[in-house]
């Protein structure tokens, strides 16, 4: 199914055995388990609860996201910036399978 990227809303979508998280608005009732999650167009949600619900996931910030956003962000999942992406001068994430 294509991502229709013009009705902003939250999408969970199966890639193969990956389960990604889409957010573009703020959510408070998260889905029970993701792989991947990507975080877009400066999106409130809080980084905390998404970081203790998700503790295996990678948090992906695109290139929708203010460099504001992505301090903020940053600083606040500080002590977990291992987990996080950021796909602003990047343009890609590439994961190997095991």
Do not use: C, H
Not at 1 to 21: A, H, T, W
Not at 32 to 38: G, P, S
Not at 47 to 58: F, N, P, R
């Amino acid at each position: 199914m294509p991502y229709d990227e013009s009705n902003r809303q939250n999408q969970l979508i199966q890639v193969g055995k990956f389960s990604i998280l889409i957010l573009e608005q703020r959510i408070t009732d998260l889905p029970e388990k993701v792989d991947f999650v990507l975080w877009r167009k400066n999106n409130y949600t809080d980084i905390d609860a998404v970081l203790s619900q998700y503790t295996e996931a990678i948090i992906v910030l695109d290139g929708s996201n203010s460099d504001k956003t992505i301090d903020r962000l940053r600083a606040a999942a500080a002590s977990n910036s291992d987990r996080l992406y950021l796909l602003k001068n990047n343009f890609a994430y590439v994961w190997e399978e095991e």
